[in-house]
């Protein structure tokens, strides 16, 4: 995943304003038909589209499998086989790492870090769909990132 996180936070980045802030432009590649719509309330088809855009639709859908299927049900995966770096006051997730927010939501939370501790990510409101965000000041600070992993997908 090294050589395609910084093309997956730039995709990221390219989605906070215009048209791409409010749904998925033609050209994009998405893991949900749904985002054709909009981006809110899609997190984790916001999060698995930066990656499937990078990597140029190699990037295996998430929400196929149950329980994979909400941002909560993919930090236990990747939990669940030590791949979480918990939060720490002190650091910021690495460019292009999945930073997981479980107990926001019911389904939990998922964004894209884009470095300098910031997170792109999906919101809950139609206004604006896409934002960016401090990552310990997003609702409530993240539980913990990872690096991109196909091994659950």
Known sequence: WYGYASAAAAWAVRHLSGLGSYHALP???????????SWARMCLAFADS???????GVWPNPTVSGAGATATGMYA????????HFHSQ??????GAFVFYPGLTSEGHIG???????VIS?????????????A??????????AYPSTAFR
């Open 122 to 134: 999906a919101t809950e409101s139609e206004t604006p769909p896409v934002w960016q965000q401090g």
């Open 50 to 56: 930066a990656y499937l855009n990078a990597q140029d």
């Open 90 to 95: 002190s650091d910021s997730p690495p460019v």
């Open 27 to 37: 050209s994009d590649l998405v893991t949900d038909s749904s985002t054709r719509s």
């Open 77 to 84: 995966l990747y939990r669940k086989d030590g791949l979480i």
């Open 112 to 118: 894209i870090s884009v470095g300098y501790g910031d």
């Open 136 to 145: 310990h000041s997003f609702g409530a600070p993240y539980e913990g990132w």
